[in-house]
Nanobody
């Protein structure tokens, strides 16, 4: 069973930065993709960013140029660097691992951006 633990969320003013971390209980190199999603109150969970085992990245249009996803296979950790944060970035952020047969979610970390 794969466990994912997110950290790094918090309260920040608009224009500020946060770095989220997702620590996996297994070698993330075995995962085809690792991703960050977010869910605001009353809204569906949406993709924020993806990174493949080869390092190819994909971003939602709303975060392009502001967020950067990266992975450190040696530490079994995926990061999400978030810059120029906006109030509309407020949400619970979830890490997701895409395994060969199953996908796995973390418990989420709250990000709140004040105006």
């Amino acid at each position: 069973q794969v466990q994912l633990v997110e950290s790094g969320g918090g309260l920040v003013q608009a224009g500020g930065s946060l770095r989220l971390s997702c620590l996996a209980s297994v070698n993330i190199f075995t995962m085809s993709h690792m991703g960050w999603y977010r869910q605001a109150p009353g809204k569906q969970r949406d993709l924020v960013a993806l990174i493949t085992s080869g390092g190819t990245t994909t971003y939602a249009d709303s975060v392009k140029g502001r967020f950067t996803i990266s992975r450190d296979n040696a530490k079994n950790t995926v990061y999400l660097q978030m810059n120029s944060l906006k109030p509309e970035d407020t949400a619970v952020y979830y890490c997701k691992a895409y395994g060969l047969r199953n996908n796995y979610w973390g418990q989420g970390t709250q990000v709140t951006v004040s105006s």
